[in-house]
C-alpha cells in the first residue's frame, strides 16, 4: 500500500492552481494528479512526495486534504498489461471503487487504484507476477 | 452583580415601581408625541385610566413602520436641546429608524450593559475589548459606555483588522470579549491560523455577545475554542440598544431589565398576551427613557417567559434565547422555517462546520432551497460516494426537521463569507409579487 494525499475541492476557476501554487510551497513534488469531479465538487488525488506532510500544509492553509492507503501495482508497459491485472483482480473477488495509471521513467506502469472486498488479493497478485509496490517504489516517503 | 439592590429587588417592589414609572409615562407620551396622542384616542385608551399593570394591555401596539413615519424626529418626547445623541438603523429595508438620547437614557443604557459586566465575571481590573461595530450601530457604544460605567478598561477596537484584535487581546491582558457570536467565531479563528491557542494563549474568560441569533450548537463550540463562558445579550436599537436583556453565569434564559422595560409576549397572528412558557412575540414598553419611549413596542422577536425563579438570585423575569424574528421566518412552500432550526439540524454533523448560507430561489413555480455548508479540515472522505452520502445525509435530517426539501451542497472550508458585522445567514432571491 501506498499513500495518497487526497483534497476536497470546489468546481471554481482558479483552484486547482492555487492548490498547486500550496503544494509546490510547502516544497512537495507531484508524480501523478486526477480529479475525480462532479457537478459541485471535485476530489483531486494526487501522488507525491512526503504525503502526510503535503497533508498537513494543505490543512493549515484550510483545504480540506489527507492521505489515503491506496494499492499500487506496477504493470509491464505493453499492450495487455493491465488487461491482465484486472482478470486477477476479478478473480479474487476485488471491486475497484477508483483507479488511475501513470508511467515513470524507467517505462514502468503504476496501476494506482481503492480497492473494496475480495480476499487473498495479495497472494493471487504475487502468484501471477504482478509486483504491489511500496511507497518508496513510488516517491519519496515522508521522513519520520 | 453590578447593582444588586436593583437585580434582586422582590417581585412587588418591582412593579410597584413599573407602575409608578407607567403611569406618568403614559401621560407624557400622550401630551408630547402626536403619533401616541392619535394612536390612545384611536383606539379609545385613557393614559390616565390605568389602575394595574395588566391595564397596559389596553394601549395599542408601536410597530417599526409608525417609527419610520414619524422620521426623523417625530417620536422624539423632549425638546431638542435636551438630546445629547442619536442612534439609526442601517435602513436597508426601507427607512431608517432614528432612535434620540438624553443623557440620563444614556446612564440608564450603561447601568444595562454594566450589569452584562457583572454576569461576565467583570471586576474594576478586568479588561473589555469591545468588537462590536461603532457608529449609529448600537453595539459598539452601548458596549463601550457599559464597560466605563462598570469600571472596567475598555479597548474601543470596533469591528475589523482581526490580527490587531488579536495580538492586543494578548498584549492587553484581555479578559471580557463584547462583540457578535460570529465575529468571535471569526477572532478564536484567526487567533488559530496565526499559531495563538485562545483557550490557552489568551486569558478571555467571558464573552458578551448578541445582535445575532445564535445556536447552543455554536455557542458551545465558541465557547470552547475560546475557553471562555459565553453571555448572551439581547437588545434592539428602536428600543434602546444592546442590554434590554441578558443572561447571568447559570446560562438559563435571559432577565430583561424590568426595571427599565416591561415585557409582554403575545401570539404573532391574534397578538393576544400568551401564558408564561409559550411562545409568541416579544413586545416591550420602555419605562425610563426620556427622548425615545415606546408603548408595547413590538419587537418581531421570538421569545417566551421562563416561568420559575432563576438560581442566581436576580428577580427579574427572564426570557428564552431568541428563537428567529418574525420577519426572518421564512415561508417556504407553505411552512415557517427559521434559520436557526436548520444550524442546530447541520451541527450535529461533525463533518461540516456551523459556517453555512441558506439561499432560497423560485424554480419553475416552486421555492427552491440550496444550503451551502463548509467542510471541517479535518473531513474524513475518500471517495465521491462518501462526500454525496454526507450530502444526502445532511438533506434527510433537513428534511425529518423542518419537513422541507433542501439541496445540500458541502463547500470546502473558509469559502463562506465571514461578516464582520451581522453574519448573511439566508438570501432569499425571490421575486415578491
Known amino acids: ?144 | 452583580m453590578y447593582q444588586p439592590e436593583i437585580e434582586t429587588m422582590d417581585r412587588e417592589r418591582l412593579e410597584r415601581l413599573q407602575l409608578e414609572r407607567l403611569k406618568p409615562l403614559l401621560k407624557r407620551v400622550y401630551e408630547r408625541i402626536p403619533f401616541y396622542h392619535a394612536s390612545f384616542d384611536e383606539a379609545g385608551f385613557d393614559p390616565e385610566g390605568l389602575e394595574t399593570l395588566d391595564d397596559l394591555r389596553k394601549a395599542p401596539f408601536t410597530v417599526k413602520q409608525d417609527l419610520r413615519d414619524n422620521y426623523p424626529f417625530g417620536m422624539f418626547a423632549v425638546p431638542r436641546d435636551e438630546v445629547v445623541r442619536i442612534h439609526a438603523s442601517s435602513g436597508t429595508t426601507g427607512t431608517a429608524t432614528v432612535v434620540g438620547y438624553t443623557q440620563a437614557d444614556l446612564d440608564a443604557w450603561s447601568d444595562c450593559f454594566a450589569r452584562a459586566v457583572g454576569r461576565a465575571h467583570g471586576t474594576k481590573d478586568s479588561t473589555m475589548q469591545v468588537a462590536y461595530g461603532y457608529g449609529l450601530f448600537t453595539g459598539g457604544l452601548g458596549a463601550h459606555m457599559g464597560g466605563e460605567r462598570f469600571g472596567a478598561t475598555v479597548v474601543p477596537m470596533s469591528t475589523g483588522n482581526t490580527k490587531r484584535q488579536v495580538n492586543l487581546m494578548r498584549d492587553f491582558d484581555v479578559d471580557i470579549l463584547a462583540c457578535t457570536p460570529s465575529y468571535a467565531m471569526h477572532i478564536a479563528d484567526t487567533a488559530l491560523e496565526m499559531g495563538i491557542d485562545p483557550a490557552t494563549d489568551l486569558k478571555v474568560s467571558g464573552m458578551i455577545c448578541g445582535a445575532e441569533p445564535m445556536s447552543d450548537e455554536l455557542r458551545r463550540e465558541l465557547e470552547q475554542k475560546m475557553g471562555a463562558q459565553l453571555i448572551d445579550i439581547y437588545g434592539l436599537s428602536e428600543v434602546m440598544g444592546p442590554g434590554v436583556a441578558c443572561e447571568c453565569e447559570l446560562q438559563d434564559g435571559l432577565h430583561l431589565a424590568e426595571d427599565h422595560f416591561i415585557a409582554e409576549i403575545v401570539d404573532p397572528d391574534t397578538f393576544e398576551p400568551v401564558p408564561d412558557g409559550q411562545w409568541g412575540e416579544l413586545v416591550i414598553t420602555t419605562l425610563s427613557k426620556e427622548c425615545s419611549p415606546l408603548i408595547r413596542y413590538r419587537t418581531r422577536d421570538i421569545t417566551r417567559i421562563l416561568p420559575g425563579e432563576c438560581a442566581c438570585g436576580c428577580t427579574h423575569r427572564r426570557i428564552d434565547r431568541i428563537r428567529g424574528r418574525t420577519d426572518d421566518m421564512l415561508i417556504i412552500r407553505g411552512v415557517n422555517v427559521f434559520p436557526r432550526q436548520v444550524e442546530e439540524v447541520i451541527t450535529a454533523f461533525p463533518e461540516v462546520s456551523a459556517w453555512y448560507q441558506l439561499v432560497v430561489s423560485t424554480r419553475g413555480d416552486l421555492d427552491a432551497v440550496d444550503l451551502n455548508v463548509e467542510v471541517v479540515p479535518e473531513f474524513d472522505f475518500d471517495t465521491v460516494r462518501e462526500v454525496e452520502s454526507l450530502q444526502r445525509r445532511i438533506r434527510a435530517a433537513l428534511k425529518g426537521n423542518l419537513q422541507i426539501a433542501v439541496n445540500v451542497r458541502v463547500v470546502e472550508p473558509k469559502t463562506i463569507e465571514r461578516a464582520e458585522s451581522k453574519q448573511k445567514r439566508v438570501i432569499d432571491l425571490r421575486k415578491r409579487g
Do not use: W
Open chain 1, 1 to 144: 500500500m501506498i499513500d495518497q494525499l487526497s483534497v476536497f475541492m470546489e468546481n471554481e476557476p482558479g483552484r486547482l492552481t492555487e492548490l498547486c501554487r500550496a503544494i509546490g510551497d510547502a516544497g512537495v513534488n507531484m508524480h501523478a494528479l486526477t480529479i475525480a469531479d462532479t457537478t459541485d465538487f471535485g476530489i483531486v488525488r494526487i501522488i507525491c512526495d512526503a504525503p502526510e506532510k503535503a497533508a498537513l500544509a494543505l490543512k493549515s492553509v484550510g483545504y480540506s486534504a489527507r492521505s489515503t492507503k491506496v494499492m499500487a501495482v506496477a504493470v509491464p508497459n505493453e499492450p495487455g498489461g493491465l488487461a491482465a491485472l484486472m482478470d486477477v483482480l476479478k478473480g479474487a473477488g476485488v471491486n475497484v471503487e477508483y483507479a488511475y495509471c501513470f508511467a515513470t521513467p524507467d517505462q514502468r506502469a503504476v496501476f494506482v487504484m481503492k480497492t473494496t472486498g475480495g480476499s487473498g488479493v495479495a497472494e493471487a497478485l504475487a502468484a501471477a507476477g504482478f509486483e504491489a509496490l511500496q511507497p518508496k517504489d513510488v516517491y519519496s516517503p515522508d521522513e519520520l
